[in-house]
Each structure stands twice: as C-alpha cells, then as structure tokens.
C-alpha cells in the first residue's frame, strides 16, 4: 500500500511517497531555513506564505521521484496537529483538495506520533510496544508506545522543550539559529566540565522535565561575564550546557524505563540528531542490556516519510477524516482524529 504523506507544521514543507508504513520510495523537503535565520526564529506568517508557494511542487516532486502518479497512490496522509496553525492549514487544505478531487482517503496525523514512525522507517523490524521519548523544537515527551495508534504520555516538559531550551540558550551564546544543531558541533570541540550547571528536577515527578531554569541559568552566567569584562569559550560553555540538557534527558527516560520494565527504548524528533543524546543513549541501553531505537539523521527533523508512515498505521486503524477536517495547534498525542462530520458540514450537503 502506498501513502502520499504531506508536512507543513512548522518550517519545512515536504512530500514523500511511502510502502507499507517502511519503504521509502521519494521524500521531498523545501526547508525555509535560511529565511528564517534572519529574525532568529521561524515567523509564523513567513512560514505559511512559503508552504503555499512549495507545496505544489514539493508534492509533484515526491511522486515523480517515486516513480508514480496520484492515481497509484492509496491514501493521503497529512499533519494535522500540532503546530503553527497557519503553517499546518496549508497542508491540511492541500490534501483536502487532493483527497477530493482523486477519491482517495485523508488520512490526518498527529505530528509527535509521525517523529516516533521515523524509527519505522529506520528500522523495519521495530514494533510496539517499546518506550519513546519524543524531543522537537515545540514538545518534550516520554511517550509509552503501546501499539501504532495507542499511546500514553508518562513525562513531560513543564515548561520550554528541550529544542526550544537549546535554541533560545544558543541564541545568548550568540550561535545562529537554529541553535540546537549549531550548539551540538560547537560542544564537540568544548569541555563540558568547563562550567558548573544545575540538573533540575520535577519534585515529585521523576519522569518530567523542566529547563527553563538551567536555560536562565546559562543566560544570566553570559550576562554577568559581559559586565565583569570576561571572555566566555563558547564550545566549552555549550558542551557543558548540551551535558546538562542530555543528563536531565536520559536520567528522567532511564527512570520511565525502569518503573515501566521498558525493553525497547528510542527517541525521535529534531532534539534526537543531537549526537551527545544519541552516544549518551547507546551506551546506557548497551549497558542495561536494552535495545535502543533513533531514527536515521534525515528522518529526525520535519519531513512527509515520517507522516507517511505513520499513516498507514492510522489508515489501518481507520483513523480517517472527511472533507471538514481541520487543522490544531495543539492535540493530546493520546488522541486520534475520527471522522465526525460537523453539523454544519452536513446541512450544507
Ligand atoms: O522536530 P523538529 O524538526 O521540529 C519541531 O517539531 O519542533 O525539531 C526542531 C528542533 C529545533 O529546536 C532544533 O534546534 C532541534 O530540533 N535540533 C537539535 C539538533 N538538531 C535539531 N537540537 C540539538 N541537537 C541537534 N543536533
Ligand atoms: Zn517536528
């Protein structure tokens, strides 16, 4: 069976083709990255202008690449939360009109449980139940997978993400965005004992996180070295810093796994490229004895063969939508969408 999966919750606008929820047949990005850099952080209005110019051809690209046309496709599968609401409605209407004007299903995807199928993709022969923890610019999750379409939440950020916490960190240390993925080649060439940082903990709630007060905490240590005229060696403070982030990660999903007897551990979203994260989580499972699960470096930011994975496990559970389905910034990654047409929707017909 094979799935169109279309992407544009955030700022990169991408289309891939593929094969029973594993085989990649296309996957099409146009980032807007570069755009973006120049205010520091993605503009939402920019964002969704950009979606509407690609996404013809971000979309014709995956199918050509695919070796196929619309008419060979099954289902279309489409992010529909969470999200920047302008950036996801532009997807969402885009595979709307597709679905209608081809006869195929819609089938709508919520984003976090697209970042866990790139490990699907990565490995074919993972399957649920296994334990995930889910770290992007916008979430920090650890998420008890315990089937494709049934999940339950067992930790959570309670304030910034771990994408968003090194992004705004690396942004005072004066590191272009996005600052996460430049933050982990600097910490390559530092010292992360350099600088003495705290690992906060949820009281109460070993398998939580909270990172807005090491993120002050590296900030106000910048502004008090700028007025006592003292140089900072950014790549020590940002091995320090990314040691710091990654210790309160691995130490709350090493907790989850051991409460819940978790044999099969991985991690997905942006914040799961980060290589300190990654080394730090192989060798912990290797030691526990665990198998441990990231998905391939191209497959851990946005893209559509995540969504197009993960839809087909959606189309399978019959997670499909009709022509008033709409976009949500935000949505439960407990939930799934079902199809209840509106009351509106049905007068109008
Ligand atoms: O999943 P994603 O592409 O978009 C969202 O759904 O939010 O995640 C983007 C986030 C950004 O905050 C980015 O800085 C972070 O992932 N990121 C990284 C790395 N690569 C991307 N953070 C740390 N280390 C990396 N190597
Ligand atoms: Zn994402």
Known sequence: ?????????????????????????????????????????????????????AICG????????????????????????????????????????????SGKPLVPVHHLRSHIA????????????????????????????????KLRVLGRTRDDAAGEAFDKAARAMGIPYPGGVEMDKIAEKGND?????????????????????????????????????????????AASYRKAVVDCLTRSFLAAARATGAKKLAIAGGVSANSLLRRTLESECKRLGLAFYRPELRY???NGAMVASQGFYEYQAGNTAGPDLNARAEMPVELSFAYEPSASFKRNR
């Open 118 to 149: 790139a490990n699907y993709i990565t490995f074919p022969e993972l399957e649920p139940p296994f334990l995930c923890l889910v770290v992007s610019g916008g979430h920090s999750h650890i998420v008890q997978v315990d089937d494709y379409t």
């Open 300 to 302: 851990c930011g946005d």
């Open 193 to 237: 004992n350099a600088y003495r940082l705290p690992r906060p903990v949820v009281d109460g709630a070993p398998f939580d996180f909270s990172f807005s007060g090491l993120k002050t905490n590296v900030i106000n240590l910048i502004h008090n070295a700028e007025q006592r005229g003292e140089t900072i060696h950014v790549a020590d403070l």
């Open 1 to 53: 069976m094979k799935i169109l999966g279309i992407e544009s919750s955030c700022d990169e606008t991408a289309a891939a083709v593929v094969e029973d929820g594993r085989t990649v047949l296309s996957n099409a990005v146009a980032s807007q990255v570069e755009e973006h850099r120049l205010y520091g952080g993605v503009v939402p209005e920019i964002a969704s202008r950009r979606h509407c110019e």
């Open 58 to 101: 971000v979309v014709r690209a995956a199918l050509e690449d695919a070796k196929t046309d619309l008419s060979e496709i099954d289902a279309i599968a489409v992010t529909a939360a969470p999200g920047l609401i302008g950036a996801l409605l532009v997807g969402v209407n885009f595979a709307k009109g597709l679905a209608l004007s």
